[in-house]
């Protein structure tokens, strides 16, 4: 069952601009992860965060999470053409579960 | 070096027929998935194997079955394919079992004429 969903479906940006995309879940989680795929190629792990950490950095990357809100937000700062891409965020269908479900992806397009 | 290769990349054939997927992660890793993703980039868990057994087994047709002779290696076989198979497949690999950071290979494009 799927269990996170990205907002917006698209998002289309200058070079330079900040980029933030947002993923609601359902359930609880222990941790959350977010996912980059370029055309063609498979996903790449970003980064993940534990329910007890409210803010990640990697970068140029910054997530958050709110757990009494079911929310996280993934912001790319100063975007560049190379960031275009489809995003992910990846959590398990319910507590205790092995496995990752993923959302529908939010499709990001900087333009140069 | 490639981390998690998947063979072959493009894969076209004729409704009816069956055909293997193979994949091999090199990053000595316990945990192997396979994902379908459609036309709309939704991506959906099939199997995954902790140490060549099988842990996850989703709602797939009996059609499909992987196997995992090695913990780096897991194949998937497709039994008389249907229009509706044509996707693309995704094989990943983790540390071990565990909502762990995934590693991915780079998807076989299967179109079903």
């Known amino acids: 069952s799927q269990q996170g969903e990205e907002d917006p479906q698209a998002l289309s940006i200058q070079e330079g601009e900040n980029a933030t995309m947002n993923c609601s879940y359902k359930t609880s989680i222990n941790n959350l992860q977010w996912y980059r795929q370029n055309s063609g190629r498979g996903l790449v792990h970003l980064i993940l965060?534990?329910?007890?950490?409210r803010e990640k950095h990697s970068g140029r990357l910054r997530v958050t999470l709110d757990t009494s809100k079911k929310s996280s937000s993934l912001l790319i700062t100063a975007s560049r053409a190379a960031d275009t891409a489809s995003y992910f965020c990846a959590t398990p269908p319910r507590a205790g579960s092995y496995q990752l479900t993923f959302g529908k992806g939010t499709k990001l397009s900087v333009i140069p | 070096d490639t981390a998690v290769s998947q063979t072959p990349k493009y894969l076209v054939t004729q409704m009816g027929n069956d055909k293997s997927i193979k994949c091999e992660q090199n990053?000595?890793?316990?945990?192997m998935y396979w994902y379908k993703q459609d036309s709309k980039k939704f991506l959906k868990i099939m199997f995954s194997?902790?140490?060549?057994?099988?842990?996850i087994n989703e709602t797939v047709p009996n059609r499909f079955s992987p196997k995992s002779p090695d913990k780096a290696h897991l194949n998937l076989h497709i039994n008389s394919l249907e229009l509706g198979d044509s996707a693309v497949y995704f094989c990943a690999s983790s540390p071990e079992v565990g909502n762990q950071p995934q590693h991915f290979g780079d998807g076989t494009r299967l179109s079903i004429l």
């Open positions: 194997y902790n140490n060549k057994e099988l842990i």
């Open positions: 990053l000595g890793h316990d945990t």
């Open positions: 965060i534990r329910s007890n950490e």
